[in-house]
């Protein structure tokens, strides 16, 4: 296969449409070779239907691949159909350190039973509960150190049960009345606050965590180009991210779908924009038309610019040894019984 559509597939993560692979969807991906796919709750009827889903994607997809979906309990748990209400990040700050570690670790028994490997949480955005920003409760609070050591408490209890975590949104949309999901949030802190407050989870974490998501706001302080997410700058993403921070993890970007930033991205080139940013895996989760315009345009860069090029292949790379490191599991029904009583145990505790 030709090294640039190669290395395009396997730096994209892609949504499907509904709980079975029809035709579309898997020439779609027969296509594309994305290094991954996110679910959500469209794609999730009941365990055994999950099970035959997630064996129809390995025998698409090219190995190793990364099997993704947002659960981080509360609002945004893609599993509450099947294990009832979940504790939000609030809840466990309330519980404290060893319940918020008991609760990663059940969380990440139940996703490998049912062949996950990747869980983009924990958020460490810091929050008001309140917030109407599309944050608010999914926040462990405002106080960074706290943020950090129960973040770090989920983060731990997820990883070493087999299940690679995210720490999101770098780097931080907690201070916006703006939900990114609808248009761009700027966030007018200044460098010194940002570096002593939202920047502080990551740098505790940096060397824990498998994976980071970067959010789709603006930092006029970080990067002053008017309208310019966070996603698509390298000043935020090499610049902050890798190279002063020093993250050598896999570095995601958020949906590229989301209005804060859909608009921009024309025939793909928001995520030749997020690649060349510093991103390894660009995550389009709902169409699949919009990703097939983005791996064409990551591959039409590629042979355009010889550096570009380069910084695709060590995406592709980065997303590579993500996948051989967190193996993505083959469902076990048996296993997930006990685990699903697992998660319920647990949530009750909390």
């Not at 892609?14 to 070779?33: F, K, M, N, W």
Request: glycine share 10%; hydrophobic share 40%.
């Amino acid at each position: 296969m030709e090294k640039p559509v190669e290395h395009a597939g396997r730096c994209l993560m892609v949504g499907i449409p509904g709980p079975s692979l029809d035709e579309p969807a898997r020439t779609a991906l027969e296509s594309l070779r994305p290094g991954g796919v996110i679910l959500f709750r469209r794609n999730l009827d009941d365990p055994a239907q999950l099970a035959r889903l997630i064996g129809d994607l390995h025998e698409v997809l090219p190995p190793p691949t990364l099997v993704a979906l947002d659960q981080e309990g509360g609002r945004v748990s893609r599993l509450e159909r099947w294990i009832g209400p979940t504790p939000s990040a609030v809840d466990l700050a309330r519980a404290g350190d060893s319940p918020t570690s008991a609760f990663g670790h059940a969380t990440a028994v139940a996703l490998r039973a049912l062949g996950f490997n990747l869980d983009f949480a924990p958020v460490v955005d810091l929050c008001e509960a309140q917030a109407d920003n599309g944050i608010g409760n999914r926040s462990f609070g405002t106080d960074p150190m706290r943020v950090a050591r129960l973040a770090g408490s989920f983060l731990d209890g997820l990883q070493r049960s087999g299940v690679a975590g995210c720490l999101k949104h770098f780097p931080g949309l907690g201070d916006t009345d703006v939900d990114s999901h609808d248009r761009l949030p700027t966030v007018r802190r200044g460098m010194q606050r940002l570096d002593s407050e939202d920047l502080l989870p990551y740098r505790s974490l940096a060397d824990r965590a498998a994976s980071v998501m970067v959010g789709h706001g603006h930092y006029p302080a970080l990067d002053p180009r008017p309208g310019l997410p966070a996603t698509l700058s390298p000043a935020i993403v090499s610049g902050l991210l890798r190279d002063r921070i020093g993250f050598g993890g896999l570095v995601v970007s958020d949906d590229l779908e989301m209005g804060a930033v859909a608009a921009i991205d024309q025939r793909g080139s928001a995520a030749v924009a997020a690649v060349a940013a510093g991103c390894d895996l660009i995550l389009y989760c709902s169409d699949l038309e919009r990703a097939s315009a983005a791996h064409a345009a990551l591959v039409e860069a590629s042979k355009a610019d010889t550096r570009f090029a380069e910084r695709l292949e060590t995406a592709a790379r980065a997303v590579t040894r993500s996948a051989l490191a967190w193996p993505a599991p083959r469902p076990d029904l048996t296993a997930w019984d006990e685990a699903r009583r697992g998660m319920v145990d647990t949530s009750r505790v909390v």
